[in-house]
């Protein structure tokens, strides 16, 4: 049988250096050359899992196909290498004391005193190695949340120790850090990095290749200076220097021989060097679509935070690049909209996305948008929450329901065109509240999401709570607002659009967590299309 190689990504100095795209770096150039690899997150936090987080913590939750609320790296991890992670690839502090807590109340340790080395540390290995021995992955790659110094990282660090102790070549850490460009000095700084390593040492891990962040190119001094003190060869140190886009760091780290790097250190035949050649091609189309006249789309959603929409960017500049254009998304607070600024903030927009969310903070804001967007004709999309809104606010101004709500908001109007439905029961397999994961949906032929999609039978993943009301699908028909995407085994809306109109698409579902630098969304790219035709239109 062959053996799997496990990859640890660390990180020192700072926080957000960009390890999640180091790690994807890494992984699609190992996957340019055959093989099969999967990238995990393990976050030292104590929360079971970010569903819970307020996006402003730790930006968006991102979801997997089997129904997890992860860490937005997932979404990282599955745009760069076209994959599908699920559970499995993200863990927390609070998920692996839960499960070793478990097994303690169960009686399975056997009356022996639980302590966190062997026991947590055990646990933190076995999930380590879960994927490598159930799925014949060549390459499990494990990015460690948090900064190494933290208390909470230590048994993530002996974690490791251990199982470089055991693995030998089989496994590796590359550790990530920040050289800071002192102004005044006019020099690079390399201490932090020096004292991050030996932090990492004083946990018994002694890094194999270092990366190190840094706005100025690093001369070939500094980097003999780096492997000196921190014990690694010099070609082990590699630079990660700012780039105009995050999709340009693997082949910048191809130039650097990373991935030749890693497979020489692992003991793995070299061979040459892969082309890459759609990801050249998609990043030339990029830079292409940037040099541009920008399109803008207003962003309506409440989180005035780039990480807490993270993957409804990507998307959006995805399908501004295969429609080769830069996109430029305008963030709109729609806690601040009124009926007498609407005008003045979206009369630009070539397009408008109304964003997910929960809760009733900055709803009114989403209804006046959506007013606005409706009667002037703009491409519009409504994503989740969005689409609710969508319903909520045809509900008032045309099928004249003035009270008409969401039961989120208002538990008591007597026209909940939004609802808790039955019909969720039957489908939703977690047990919880919410329809979590990726679920089926059929579209109606000739709609315009059907045309963009190419096909009935489509799956994509929801996060909600919330449905539309069948009981009311007959009148929204009948004054123009179809529901043209359905789920089969339960009959519940899955997407409203007004046909009449340019482009008004709302989904219950959420699209943005599977577009990928390779394959973008249909949906995306077809809205991204409708705006810059009806920019061209008005122009
Ligand atoms: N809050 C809404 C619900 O629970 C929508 C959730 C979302 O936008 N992800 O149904």
Known sequence: MKETKYIFVTGGVASSLGKGIIASSIGKLLQARGYKVTIQKFDPYINIDPGTLNPYEHGECYVTVDGHEADLDLGHYERFLGIQTTKANNLTTGRIYKSVIDK??????????IQVIPHITDEIKRNVMLLGNKYNFDFVITEIGGTVGDIESLPYLESIRQLKWELGKNALCVHLTYVPYLAAAGELKTKPTQHSVKELQSAG?????????????????IRKKVALFCNVDEHSVVQSIDAPTIYEVPLLMQEQGLDATILKKMGLAVGGIPELGPWRKFLERLHKAEKTKPIHIALVGKYDLQDA???????LSQAGTYNDRKVEVD???????????????????AGILIGPGFGERGICGKFIALTYARTHDVPTFGICLGMQCMAIEFARNVLEYADAN??????????NVIDIMEEQKSITNMGGTMRLGAYECVLQKGSKAYQAYGTEHIQERHRHRYEFNNLYKAEYEAAGMKCIGINPESDLVEVVEIPTLKWYIGTQFHPEYSSTVLNPHPLFVSFVKAAIENEEATR
């Open 406 to 415: 969401s039961r989120e908001m208002d538990e008591k109007t007597p026209h």
């Open 309 to 315: 929409y993270k993957s409804i960017r990507e998307a």
């Open 104 to 113: 303690e109340r169960r009686g399975d340790y056997l009356g022996r005193t």
């Open 331 to 349: 963030f709109v607070n729609s806690e601040k909209l009124t009926e007498a600024n609407v005008e003045e903030a979206l009369k630009d927009k």
């Open 205 to 221: 891990v002694q890094p194999d290749i270092l990366v190190l962040r840094t706005e100025h190119e690093l001369g070939l001094s």
